[in-house]
């Protein structure tokens, strides 16, 4: 479901894919070829959301901002896996967000970093680039090399491929 809230729509351009099954809700901007899967909410009630171009925001996941506070910001070619919690926080391009990951307020995850399955990262926190987080709460393990950003790389461009084959589907 796309819906308003409080007269502001969300800017979807039609190179994105949005499943029926999400919802996403108010002052919420989705670049070129984003995509949000099945029953994601991404809601732009209480603060903006911008998610950049060639992201993915996987089933289940949530976004949300922090009233008047914190807005959700994430960059491009960011994957954002399956139950994530993205909460009134900036991911830097480049970012894989691992399943059921958790980013509190005010958190800032840097350029081509990994956030791992299950890990926590506490409000406030600043991640450098090219960091592999793990734990809860969330730790530096190791920076990242050229085949760690590739992996990430790997993950963005399978959705890309996802959302050209449901955006088919779609128009038929």
Do not use: F
């Not at 994957?79 to 919690?85: D, E, K, M, S, V």
């Not at 391009?93 to 399955?117: P, R």
């Not at 990242?144 to 050209?164: H, P, S």
């Amino acid at each position: 479901m796309i819906r308003s809230y409080q007269g502001k729509m969300p800017v979807i351009p039609a190179s994105c894919y949005v499943d029926p099954s999400a919802q996403v809700i108010g002052d919420v901007t989705l670049g070129e070829q984003a995509s949000i899967w099945m029953n994601a909410v991404v809601r732009g009630d209480v603060n903006s959301i911008r998610i950049g171009a060639k992201s993915n925001v996987q089933d289940c996941a949530v976004l949300h901002g922090m009233r008047y506070l914190y807005p959700v910001i994430v960059g491009e070619l960011v994957t954002i896996g399956h139950n994530a919690t993205v909460h009134g926080c900036v991911l830097e391009d480049q970012v894989l967000v691992g399943i059921g990951a958790t980013i509190l307020n005010n958190a800032k995850i840097g350029e081509g970093s990994i956030i791992a399955a299950g890990a926590v990262i506490p409000e406030q926190t600043v991640i450098p680039p090219n960091s592999l987080v793990a734990g809860v709460p969330g730790k530096i393990r190791r920076t990242l090399g050229e085949e760690d950003r590739k992996l990430i790389l790997k993950y963005a461009n399978n959705y890309l491929d996802y959302t050209a084959i449901y955006l088919a589907e779609t128009q038929r």
